[in-house]
């Protein structure tokens, strides 16, 4: 037995079986019938926090393409932890006479959408508006987070 081409199979069939639970849900079947559906390879936590994740993303790539924010590139981490949805600026700043402006053009988009702007988990201890600009101004991911709403 050959363990390295056993291992493509395997992590080939893991990403086949996670395409295909993000297909099922975006066609609308909960998340907790899918975490049930795939228990035997996957916890439910495992899952949910994983669709949660693209739920995120997908209301993100909408926000920003609504707002006509193009030069974002919005993905998710996958459905080993730590399961986020990062974005990441994609633009050249030679190309962008605004780029200073963007990261509250993307502010702005996302905040109807109720997410904010985060810094990827375990990064700094003081997290600001300014530090995150920083960041994704230099081109690094930040993390998008869902907003809860006040009570």
């Known amino acids: 037995m050959d363990i390295k081409t056993e291992l493509g199979n395997f992590l080939g069939e893991k990403r086949a079986l996670v395409d295909a639970i993000t297909r099922e849900f975006r066609s609308g079947t909960p998340a907790k019938a899918i975490a049930r559906t795939v228990s035997p390879a996957f916890s439910r ?46 633009a050249d700043p030679a ?8 990261p509250s053009r993307i502010r702005s988009a996302l905040r109807d959408f109720h997410i904010t702007l985060d810094l990827p988990q375990g990064e700094h201890d003081e997290i ?24």
């Open 45 to 90: 936590d495992q899952v949910t926090q994983y669709l949660a994740a693209v739920a995120l993303h997908d209301s993100a790539r909408t926000a920003l393409k609504e707002a006509g924010i193009e030069l974002v590139e919005v993905r998710v981490t996958g459905i080993d932890a730590p399961r986020e949805a990062l974005l990441t600026v994609a």
């Open 95 to 102: 190309e962008m006479p605004d780029y200073e402006d963007l």
């Open 128 to 151: 600001t508006d300014d530090l995150i600009d920083s960041f994704l101004l230099e081109g690094d991911a930040v993390r998008l987070v869902k907003l809860k709403p006040r009570t």
